[in-house]
C-alpha cells in the first residue's frame, strides 16, 4: 500500500490568518501531497468551519477534520459532514480525539472519569455511524448519555466520511468504529509494539515535525537551534558541537524535544526517505507533517522526498493537477 501524507494547517495560533492557511492548502495540491490535517480543540479556530472554506480552494486534497465529540452532539455532526461531503465531492475524513491526552474535555466542560468517557463515546459512535451510514428512515435511541426519537430522518445518501481515532482510545472501540487509528508520535520500536496491540482491519497514521536540511549537518544545526540541549561538560568543539547538536536524537534521524513531545524527522532527503520507509514497513500508511506551516517547506518535499519515496514504490506516480 502507498505511504500516503497529510499537512496540518496552524490553526491554534493566537492570530488565524485565513489567507495563509488557503495559500498553504494550494501549496500542498500542488506539491501532490494527499490531504490536510486540520486540528480542532480549545485553542483552534473551528475546523468544521475552515475546512466548508478550504472545500472552494481545493479540488483532490482529503480534508482530515478533528473534531474533539465534547464539542457537537452526534446528530448535529452528522449532518456537518453530510453538508461536507456534498460541497468537497466526498473528500472528508473525521478524527474524533481523545480528550484525556491533552484536557480538551476540561476545557469544553466534560468532567467524567474514563470508564464513562468510554461508554458515552460509544454511543457517541454508534449514534454517528448510524446516521452516516444510511438505511433508516428514521430511529430512535436510548442511552444512559444520548436519547434521539426519529432521528436520521433528513439523511442523504452521500458516502460516510472515514472515521479516525486515537490509539488511546478504548481498543474494543477502535476495532469495532475506527477505518484508520492515530498513533502518538514515538520511536518506531514503541510504534511496532503498538501496532501489534491494535492491528486488525484498523490502518494506522502517525504525526511528525520535519527539518529537512541540504545535507545531514545543516538539518541537525537547524534542529540544535530551535531545541537547544541541555549543557554538556567541556569538551574539542568539534565533540561538543556533535554532541549538542544529536543529544536529543532518539532513533536515527528522530529526534524528541522533551520527553512525551512528538518526534521530529531530521536529516537530508534521502535519510528523511529511508527513515519514511522504515516507519511504512512497521505498518503506518498515513504520515501527518506538522509544526512547518511554511510554504516553502510543503514544496521542498514533494520535490526533494516524494520523488525518492517513489523509487521505494512507496508512492504512485503523480497526476497532473486540474486547474
Not at 151 to 163: E, K, N
Not at 175 to 183: G, I, K, Q
Request: one cysteine or more; proline letters at 8%; a negative charge.
Amino acid at each position: 500500500m502507498a505511504l500516503e501524507f497529510s499537512w496540518q494547517l496552524p490553526l491554534c495560533t493566537p492570530t488565524p490568518t485565513p489567507g495563509q492557511w488557503i495559500q498553504l492548502a494550494q501549496a500542498v495540491e500542488y506539491a501532490g501531497l494527499d490531504g490536510l490535517w486540520i486540528p480542532g480543540g480549545a485553542p483552534c479556530a473551528d475546523s468544521l468551519g475552515v475546512a466548508a472554506a478550504l472545500c472552494a480552494h481545493t479540488r483532490h486534497l482529503h480534508l482530515n477534520v478533528s473534531v474533539p465529540p465534547e464539542v457537537v452532539l452526534p446528530a448535529a455532526l452528522a449532518s456537518t459532514l453530510q453538508s461536507l461531503q456534498s460541497i468537497s465531492a466526498n473528500r472528508v475524513r473525521l478524527h474524533l480525539p481523545d480528550g484525556d491526552r491533552d484536557s480538551l474535555r476540561q476545557a469544553f466542560g466534560e468532567w467524567l472519569n474514563r470508564d464513562q468517557r468510554n461508554e458515552r463515546i460509544g454511543e457517541y459512535l454508534e449514534i454517528l455511524q448510524r446516521l452516516l451510514r444510511g438505511g433508516d428512515s428514521g430511529f430512535n435511541f436510548s442511552g444512559r448519555y444520548f436519547q434521539l426519537e426519529n432521528a436520521g430522518f433528513a439523511r442523504r445518501p452521500l458516502p460516510a466520511p472515514p472515521l479516525i481515532l486515537d490509539d488511546s482510545h478504548d481498543a474494543r472501540l477502535i476495532a469495532s468504529h475506527a477505518d484508520l487509528c492515530l498513533l502518538r508520535s514515538a520511536p518506531p520500536a514503541w510504534l511496532e509494539q503498538e501496532i501489534l496491540r491494535l492491528q486488525g482491519r484498523t490502518g494506522f497514521v502517525c504525526s511528525f515535525g520535519l527539518i529537512l536540511g541540504a545535507t545531514e549537518e545543516l538539518a541537525w544545526e537547524v534542529a540544535a537551534q530551535r531545541f537547544p540541549a541541555p549543557a554538556e561538560p567541556p569538551a574539542s568543539a568539534a565533540v561538543r558541537r556533535l554532541a549538542r547538536d544529536r543529544q536529543l536524537e532518539v532513533h536515527p534521524n528522530l529526534l524528541q524535544p522533551g520527553p512525551g513531545q512528538p518526534l521530529y524527522l531530521v536529516g537530508n532527503a534521502q535519510q528523511i526517505a529511508t527513515r519514511l520507509g522504515e516507519l511504512h514497513g512497521l505498518g503506518i500508511e498515513h504520515i501527518v507533517i506538522q509544526d512547518q506551516p511554511a510554504v516553502a517547506e510543503v514544496l521542498r518535499f514533494g520535490e526533494r522526498i516524494l520523488p525518492l519515496l517513489r523509487e521505494q514504490g512507496l508512492r504512485k506516480e503523480r497526476q497532473r493537477h486540474e486547474r
